[in-house]
């Protein structure tokens, strides 16, 4: 029974002495805490209004368009766009055709688009970054900081990075995606997409459309007694007369739906504020709890200080420290 009393007894006296030092020390504890919240208080509403101010200065314009495998050619071709665009050789000979003579990276170094001995360089970079959307030492960029993106039907967008969700809905078809200052560049660029990605879209089906050619013809001026490139292009003239002039270089095997769309995309303060606001409020806490433990230790150096035999003993440690 004693001992439980006791107990008690120093559990009131401990909370009693935390009273008395929060009393004690109530104007630095208000003081700390006060500064931390003004402080968080100065952060909230200065630092996004200045992140806000960098990031209109900073803006870039997002180019989108929409390219689609023609109709005729369905038959032959199995790949997606995305194969024959989505290339770091056709994203830097469009770039460079659209104007742009360096690729500029990491904020301050650049690498040449027309020096053709820089040209390994520039493509290694381009799928690094534009492609992968990665640094330089291989690590993930954050998706809002992408700057190309070809989109497909199976792509995941996350839906913070981007303004308008994309309208590809078949295998066929892709959005490419494009960020930039110059709106004429980037218009020229995605045009420059295309007439690249038809030149390796078109490497890549030549052999069989030549082949095509050379047996429909065959059949039709009855050299050729098979009917397997018959039955492969449906005996149609329409479509032999399209992949004639797909390899006279009269027709291309994809095109755009539409000319590129230019938009500013939109940016507001309270997006910024957002993203802060919990950083403040764990701010103006750390003041709450630093306040509390620098009243602690100015109590405890009080308490050390009306102790004499403590203060000897640390007086005699001192000296005999300083004897040695």
């Known amino acids: 029974m004693n001992d439980n009393e006791q107990i008690k007894n120093e559990e009131e006296i401990s909370i009693l002495d935390l009273f008395t030092v929060l009393l004690r020390y109530r104007k630095l504890i208000i ?4 500064t931390f919240i003004i402080l968080a208080f100065a952060l909230y509403f200065i630092y996004p209004v200045y992140q806000y101010n960098k990031a209109v200065k900073d803006i870039l314009l997002e180019g989108r ?9 369905l038959n032959y071709v199995t790949k997606n766009p995305e194969y024959f665009i989505n290339r770091a050789d056709v994203v830097l000979d469009s770039l460079r055709e659209a104007g ?5 990276y990491d904020g301050k170094n650049s690498v040449s688009l ?3 001995s820089e040209r390994t360089r520039a493509l290694y970079l381009i799928n690094q970054i534009l492609i992968l959307n990665k640094n330089l030492n291989g690590e993930d960029n954050e998706e809002e900081d992408r700057k190309f993106q ?3 039907n199976t792509t995941k967008i ?3 990075t981007m303004n308008v969700e994309t309208i590809v809905s078949d295998n066929y078809s892709v959005e490419v995606f494009y960020k930039g200052k110059a709106p ?3 218009r020229s660029f995605l045009k420059n997409l295309i007439i690249h990605g038809n030149e390796i879209a078109g490497d890549y089906i030549r052999s069989l459309g030549e082949a095509v050619v050379i047996n429909y013809e065959q059949i039709m001026d009855g050299t050729h007694k098979g009917l397997s490139w018959e039955n492969a292009i449906g005996n149609n003239l329409f479509y032999y007369a399209f992949i004639k002039e797909f390899i006279e270089g009269k027709e291309t095997i994809m095109t755009a739906l539409g000319e590129p769309v230019i938009s500013k995309p939109e940016i507001f303060l309270s997006t910024f504020q957002k993203k802060l606001i919990k950083k403040c ?6 003041g709450f709890f630093l306040s509390y433990v620098f009243a602690f230790i100015l109590n405890i150096i009080r308490n050390l200080k009306n102790n004499e035999e403590a203060m000897k003993k640390i007086r005699d440690a001192l000296g005999n420290s300083s004897e040695k």
């Open 100 to 104: 742009m003579d360096k690729f500029e």
């Open 114 to 116: 027309t020096d053709e």
């Open 65 to 73: 368009i929409i390219i689609s495998i023609k109709q005729n050619m």
């Open 158 to 160: 996350p839906k913070t």
């Open 31 to 34: 003081g700390i805490t006060l």
């Open 281 to 286: 409020v764990i701010l103006a806490f750390a």
């Open 184 to 186: 004429e560049l980037i």
């Open 150 to 152: 070809v989109i497909t």
